[in-house]
Structures are given as C-alpha cells and as structure tokens.
C-alpha cells in the first residue's frame, strides 16, 4: 500500500511538471515561432550547437512544437542561442551595408545589451563614430613595445604558428607602443593589442573641431564587435585608426579578432557591428565573448 501511494504521488508530481514544462515551451514557441520557422528554412546554413538551449525533442513538449521545426529537427537537439541574436539582428539590419539610422541603432544596442549583458551604446560621453555597422578588413599586428617583432610577438607556439604569417605591421598604432618595454608589458597590454581594432576616429562628428579632447576618449575605448551573420562577437579596444575611406572599409581587426569573428573569407573582411560598451569601471575583459 505505501509502495501505491508513493507511486501515486510520484505521478502526480511528474505530471504537474511536465504540464508546467509544456506550458512554459509553448509560451516560447509562441514567441519564437518566426525564428524556428527562419531555423528551419535555413537550418543547412549553421551549426547547431550544444549550448544550453531549448531542446526541441523532448517528449513533453513534442505536441506544441510547430510543424516546419518538427519535421526539419529529427537531428536537431539544442537549438544555439546566437540563432535568435542572428534571426532579431537580421530583422532590423538593412541589406546593404550603410550607416544605421537612428531607430535602427537604438533597436540594435537594445538587442545587444540583451544577449551580452553589456551596457551597450551607438554614443558614449556626446562622441561617436560616423558608423556603427561597417566593412572590416584585417590588418596586421602591432609593436607592443620598443624592439617587438614578429620572433617575439607571440606568448606561445601555438599562437605563434595561427598568426605568425599576418606579420606584423610597418609603423605604429595611433597611440604608438602599448608599453615602454618587454619588461613593463602587463596582460592588459597585450590584450589590447592581440584585441584591437582601427576605426575612422578622424571621422567622427565633431574629431575636426578638438582632435585631441576626440583623441583621448577614442584612446583604447571597448567596443563591442559583432558579426551578425554567425553571432560571434568580441571585445576589442580601438588602438588604431583608419582605414582610409577609399578603401571601401570602415574598420580593420587584428588578426585575432578577424579569426574569432570568422572574417577570413577569401577578402578578408566583411560586415560587423561595432558598439561603445560602456564600462566606467573597467570590469569587461578583452576578447571573444559568448551568450
């Protein structure tokens, strides 16, 4: 009798959870569901990941998820997280790549500040770029101090065989060496080179009328790069400027930031978005980032 009793209450139990899991997974599906719809017209196009997620083939919720995802998601057991940053990123991003207007931007940096936790930003203290959304190009790297070269740039083999052939760049970034010295280089100065980007700062609405007061706050300022066709994203620090605008490009990335973001397509370079983080504290740490 207790053995009846207990399993009876077992069953109650399981079955209390499990109405409250499928409620939860339909309230999601129901607002999701132009995502899994997107997933699944273009589920070829990505790797599905393992990351914690909704799992789509679980017995409780089998009857709430919609037929298209159903019927494309036999092999599908999490659904990645970057997948709905993608599908909302690619709901509002033009399909040309151009300067965002301003409602564009807003809903963007809410998306942003969202998934990445970060306090994210199109303008920081009254400055910004003149473009929040643009072509990188891969640049080389930089002297983190005098007498740096490529013999001794890298902190590992492994690094060193990865980026070794980017080489490094013939002058200096906008704001010269990193460090004085080999023996004075921090962490913190090498992760500021191996995270840097360059960015039209002689652009930026107002740079003409004071350079230097523009020169200082751009000085190894964190943004946010993203890639809006895989998710991937990192914090860089602007330690460079240009490209030139006959170039085509409006930012460049060093050669690690271009791996991370998988721009190394056969031009190396293509869109990203790139927003001010705002981190008066210096608590967010340089380098790829993940949801």
Do not use: C
């Not at 990505?46 to 017995?59: C, E, K, N, Q, R």
């Not at 909302?88 to 942003?112: H, T």
């Not at 929040?132 to 070269?149: C, K, S, V, W």
């Not at 070794?164 to 004085?180: E, H, I, N, T």
């Amino acid at each position: 009798m207790p053995t009846k009793r207990k399993n009876l209450h077992y069953e109650f139990l399981a079955k209390k959870w499990t109405d409250r899991h499928r409620n939860l997974q339909g309230k999601i599906f129901d607002k999701h569901g132009e995502s899994f719809k997107w997933l699944a017209d273009n589920s070829k196009q990505f790797v599905v990941g393992s990351l914690a997620g909704i799992m789509l083939l679980t017995s409780p919720v089998l009857d709430k998820v919609p037929q298209f995802v159903s019927s494309t998601s036999a092999q599908i057991k999490t659904i990645d997280k970057k997948v709905f940053l993608i599908y909302d990123l690619r709901k509002i991003l033009p399909n040309e790549v151009r300067a965002l207007n301003s409602d564009e931007e807003k809903n963007v940096s809410e998306i942003l500040t969202r998934d990445y936790g970060f306090n994210i930003k199109a303008e920081l203290e009254g400055k910004r770029l003149n473009t929040t959304y643009g072509i990188i190009g891969q640049e080389q790297h930089l002297a983190r101090f005098p007498g740096d070269n490529i013999f001794s740039h890298f902190d590992n083999p492994s690094e060193a065989d990865k980026y070794w052939s980017y080489g490094m760049a013939p002058g200096l970034g906008a704001w010269r060496y990193f460090a004085d010295s080999s023996g004075s280089s921090t962490q913190e100065d090498i992760d500021r080179e191996k995270y840097y980007i360059a960015v039209q700062t002689f652009l930026a609405p107002g740079f003409d009328s004071n350079p230097k007061e523009y020169a200082d706050f751009f000085k190894y300022r964190k943004m946010l790069v993203v890639n809006p066709q895989n998710g991937n994203a990192v914090v860089a620090d602007i330690a460079d400027a240009g490209p030139s605008p006959w170039t085509g490009k409006q930012l460049g990335g060093s050669p690690e930031v271009m791996s991370y973001l998988e721009r190394f397509d056969g031009a190396q370079k293509g869109a990203v978005l790139y927003f001010f983080i705002d981190d008066p504290n210096d608590t967010i740490p340089l380098g790829p980032v993940n949801l």
